[in-house]
């Protein structure tokens, strides 16, 4: 292990311990409920950025800073924003279809499973090209914002590859992975939800570093 690897070990050991130690874990209960959207900006943008930094490391052996580093932190803030009402949004709904008869059964685990199900079919494509089409900016950009705002939409589309975005992670990390691990997402509190899912992009992270390697 390398010095950074100490460091992205500490700092994640700290996140746990907030969320376990019993003063400051009251305190991330009574945020999430009056403050929703901050916290899913600082819950998201600090794992998933968490996440990036580890699957560079995973695949050039080393930590690296890419490109715009404060940029893609802000876009995974903003998500985490978008996470906390959609997470609602479709966990509500599901519930509400579900006491209509419109999808069937009546219990936890088939209410996760739809809720998982359907928030993945339905928005999680849309967020997943998004957040391709925003990190392209950034890397065409290399991180600088004059750069990244002279950048015409169609140079980003065209060096995306849609053929392994399509292939790859709408149609196998979707179904094999995401619907599954949400299930489980949706079976927890709300308060946890948003926080779990931002744990989980480490987790497929890491899961894709060791694959390409």
């Known amino acids: 292990m390398k010095k950074g690897d100490f460091i992205w070990l500490g700092v994640f050991s700290l996140i746990v311990f907030l969320l376990v130690f019993k003063p400051t874990h009251q305190a991330y ?3 999430n409920r009056t403050h929703p959207y901050l916290m899913g900006f600082l819950k998201v943008s600090i794992l998933a950025t968490m996440g990036e930094l580890l699957s560079i490391r995973l695949q050039q052996g080393k930590y690296l800073k ?21 997470f609602e949004l479709f966990a509500s709904g599901t519930d509400a279809v579900m006491k209509k008869g419109l ?9 996760a ?6 928030m993945n ?3 999680a494509p849309t967020f997943m090209a998004f957040h391709r089409i925003t990190d392209t900016y ?4 290399k991180g600088k914002i004059a750069n990244i705002f002279s950048i015409k939409f169609s140079s980003v589309v065209d060096k995306i590859d849609w053929q392994k975005f399509f292939g790859f992670v709408i149609l196998k990390t979707i179904p094999f992975f995401w619907i599954p691990a949400h299930t489980i997402t949706f079976l927890l509190p ?3 939800r948003v926080l779990t899912a931002a744990m989980l ?3 497929l992270g890491v899961l894709l570093s060791l694959r390409k390697g």
């Open 66 to 86: 890419p490109y715009g580093l404060f940029y893609r932190f802000l876009v995974w803030g903003f998500l985490g924003m978008c996470f906390v009402l959609v």
């Open 103 to 111: 999808l069937p059964g009546n219990n936890k685990i088939l209410h």
């Open 201 to 203: 992009s480490i987790v």
């Open 121 to 123: 079919l339905i928005f």
């Open 29 to 31: 209960i009574v945020l």
């Open 138 to 141: 950034i890397d065409l950009g």
């Open 113 to 118: 499973f739809f809720t998982s199900t359907l």
């Open 190 to 192: 709300p308060e946890y």
